[in-house]
């Protein structure tokens, strides 16, 4: 089963709109994590949510997290070509602190 | 800022060979990863290594593949005799506190089996 889920698969906006990527996750987390993955390079970390925390912002992102709906959100604003990529959530299982499992991801085209 | 380093960049390699991916992790952190990605398909965990041993390893990392920490600052994955289906990249993590903290990644090892 998978534990984290994408969603869209993929979004293509103009430059300047909001992008909003969502992610639906099974089981109880501590946290979630949000990653960035440029074509064909390493994955960078964007932003932790903690399970006691509804909303997270960190410069032109924002993270939301509904445990009761296993659901979290990450909205770019005011999006840059330069923000293509795909973007994963990941999340650590409860029962493990040496596992994170990552999502299908979003691929995110934004058109200049 | 630290940075998670990988060597080779790319690597490839004939059916049954044995390849040894390189990574050196960051200095401070106490956990270290190996994730791969074939293409277009979902990054998958395959080893955590804590405290000079595996903490967890998943389905895909049977007995062709280990881990070792031969000193204090590289990390490798061996892959002891190499299939077709073993192509993909493969990524280095390592973090501070487990999974409490995000992952510091590096740039990948990309591993062609021909």
């Known amino acids: 089963s998978q534990q984290g889920e994408e969603d869209p698969q993929a979004l293509s906006i103009q430059e300047g709109e909001n992008a909003t990527m969502n992610c639906s996750y099974k089981t109880s987390i501590n946290n979630l994590q949000w990653y960035r993955q440029n074509s064909g390079r390493g994955l960078v970390h964007l932003i932790l949510i903690r399970s006691n925390e509804r909303e997270k912002h960190s410069g032109r992102l924002r993270v939301t997290l509904d445990t009761s709906k296993k659901s979290s959100s990450l909205l770019i604003t005011a999006s840059r070509a330069a923000d293509t990529a795909s973007y994963f959530c990941a999340t650590p299982l409860m029962d493990s602190s040496y596992k994170l499992i990552f999502g299908s991801g979003t691929r995110l085209l934004v058109r200049p | 800022e630290p940075e998670v380093t990988q060597t080779p960049s790319h690597q490839v390699t004939q059916m049954g060979q044995e390849v040894i991916l390189r990574c050196v992790p960051i200095?401070?952190?106490?956990?270290f990863y190996w994730y791969r990605q074939i293409l277009g398909q979902k990054v998958e965990f395959l080893v955590s290594f804590y405290n000079n041993e595996i903490s967890e390893k998943s389905e895909i990392f049977d007995d062709q593949f280990s881990v070792e920490r031969p000193d204090g600052s590289n990390f490798t994955l061996k892959i002891r005799s190499t299939k077709l289906e073993d192509s993909a990249m493969y990524f280095c993590?390592?973090?501070?506190?487990?999974?409490?903290?995000?992952?510091?990644f590096g740039s990948g090892t990309r591993l062609t089996v021909v």
């Open positions: 200095s401070n952190h106490l956990y």
């Open positions: 993590a390592s973090s501070e506190t487990g999974t409490l903290h995000g992952y510091t």
